[in-house]
Structure formats: structure tokens, C-alpha cells
């Protein structure tokens, strides 16, 4: 299955203040654009182009470190765009994400912190995560492009924490865009049908 750069599911300026336009023309017309360019070239060569992503980011990892760097930021970055909607975040989730949230990490107040906290806490380039492991929601960062499913785990929820994420309208306060991130653009209905796909 070849790679293709999927178009925005909103107009450049739809999240706007939190992520402007130019942060979103640079990281999805040009970054996510090379790790599709790229990762086509390389998966044809390692031969695998006709597996699905999912399949591609497993075989390579640990095996060929260029085709899984494309492929896992691909994987990433296809689901980035729809985890993100304008008039989003917040605390109004749906109520079987808001049980799990409770029932799992203590309630919507702490995932907040600990969700931000990983994703400040990740050194360098990566990921902070919300995924589905053996039953439970469970926070986690990853470097570069690696994500939970490489570590036996669904991921649900995915926050993008290299530079040219947010560098343009944040500069170098992660935080704060970590905060303007879960407060402001989450998606919760994208979080919620992933996570149903996941308990499946």
C-alpha cells in the first residue's frame, strides 16, 4: 500500500490561535510530505510496499532504521491532523472515554498533568501518547517517530512534541503549547473512536 499525504480535515486557519497556519502549511505540506516521499522509496526497496502502515512500522522497527522512521512519523502524523479539531480539548469527552480516564489514571485532572508531563519530559524529539494496553489506558512518550505500537499497545490519542510542531507559534515554551493542545484542539470524538477500535 503506497503512502499518501492525506489532505488537512480543516482549513489552515481553522486552528488558529493555538496552531497557525504556517506552523500547519510547514509540518504538513513539507515535513509530512518527506516522510511519505520518503518512506514510499524505502519500503519499496526493502520490498514491503504492499503491506499496510501498521505492518510496515512492525517489520521495520528494530530492522531498518530509515523505513521506520518515515513510516512510524507517517503512521504519526495521519492520525496528528484528525486528533485535532478546532473548538476542541477540554473536559467535555465522551462518557466512556471519561469512565476509562477515571477508572484508569485518576480522573480527567490528572491525565491532564501527566499527559503534559510527558510530553515536556521527553527529551529532544518525539511523541507523548494515550494508548490502549492489555485492557487499560495507559500515558506514554516515545522518541523521534516511534509509537506504542511497537510496544504491544493501541495508540489513541498522539502529541506531536518535535520542534516544528509548535516552534513558530511557541517557540521554545513546550509547555505551553502542550497546555493549548489539550485545553483547545483535541479531538474527542477521533480519541473515542479509536479507542473503541482498540477494545475491540
Known sequence: MAFELPNLPYDYDALAPY????????????????YVTNGN?????????????????????GTNQPLFNNAGQHYNHIHFWKWMKKGGGGTSLPGKLDASIKSDLGGYDKFRADFIAAGVGQFGSGWAWLSVKNG?????????????????????????????????????ARPKYLEAFVDNLINWDYVLEMYEAAAK
Do not use: C
Open 19 to 34: 496552531m497557525s497556519r504556517e506552523t500547519l502549511e510547514y509540518h504538513h505540506d513539507k515535513h509530512h510530505l518527506a
Open 41 to 61: 522509496k524505502l519500503a519499496e526497496d526493502a520490498g514491503l510496499s504492499g503491506l499496510s502502515l501498521e505492518e510496515v512500522v512492525k517489520k521495520s522497527y
Open 136 to 172: 487499560k489506558l495507559e500515558i506514554s512518550k516515545t522518541p523521534n517517530g516511534e509509537n506504542p505500537l511497537v510496544h504491544g499497545a493501541s495508540p489513541i490519542l498522539g502529541v506531536d512534541v518535535w520542534e516544528h510542531s509548535y516552534y513558530i507559534d511557541y517557540r521554545n
